[in-house]
């Protein structure tokens, strides 16, 4: 049976998600989630960090995690522009932003198989130039990092955000099931069916 936990990490209280099945993985490390998820990381327990998009919210303690876990890091095609802008905000923060050690880069929608179950990577750009979306069909849970929230959807005045991207992503994960559970980068969880009544027309 899948099980699901959700920790507020970080300056921006930004989600991460610890999914065990056979192992776990999390979705996004920002600064803090080391200390949160010590206990599981000094198990070793962690296999795979999953990461939505490079902004420093959502990566601060990757490679921390990876050095402690050797989990495997799934990130999009990292773009050089947006982690500098990023390493520029975390320092407001007090952070000291690294960027992230990737072992399996996401150029386009790819099956993965992480810790027994497929996970469906799905390019899902507008937020930012390289965010992912991670589809678990047989949980028919979405996790959609800064893309869709509960009531509204994500910026895309950011360096590499559009708002032609982010319509074209947003009817993408539309064409899945509509009781799909949606577990946003910020905020609480929603489903595909409450929000598509909202985006109907994109």
């Known amino acids: 049976m899948v099980k699901i936990e ?31 998820l010590k206990e599981i990381i000094e198990k070793r327990e962690i296999e795979y960090i999953l990461i939505t998009h490079g902004h420093f919210d959502h990566i601060g303690d990757v490679n921390k995690i990876k050095l ?8 999009g095609k990292f773009d050089k522009e947006v982690f500098e802008l990023s390493k520029d905000m975390a320092e407001i923060y007090g952070i000291e932003l690294e960027k992230p050690d990737i072992d399996i880069t996401i ?3 790819k099956k993965l198989k992480i ?17 992912i979306s991670y589809y678990v ?22 360096l590499g955000g559009s708002k032609k991207s982010i319509e074209k992503s947003l009817k993408k994960i539309f064409q899945l099931p509509e009781d799909t559970l949606v577990f946003p980068g910020h905020g609480d969880a929603t489903t595909l069916k409450r929000e598509i009544v909202q985006y109907a027309n994109f």
């Open 68 to 75: 402690s876990t050797d989990a495997k890091v799934v990130m």
């Open 6 to 36: 959700r920790y507020v990490v970080g300056a921006l209280n930004t989600n991460v998600y610890v999914a065990k099945h056979d192992g776990a993985f999390i979705v996004d490390a920002p600064h803090g989630t080391y200390e949160i």
């Open 107 to 109: 150029n386009h929608d």
């Open 137 to 158: 069909p047989e949980w028919k849970v979405l996790f959609s990092g800064d893309l869709l929230f509960r009531g509204t959807i994500g910026r895309y005045d950011f």
């Open 115 to 131: 810790c027994g179950i497929d996970i469906n990577a799905i390019v899902t750009k507008g937020h930012s130039r390289d965010s």
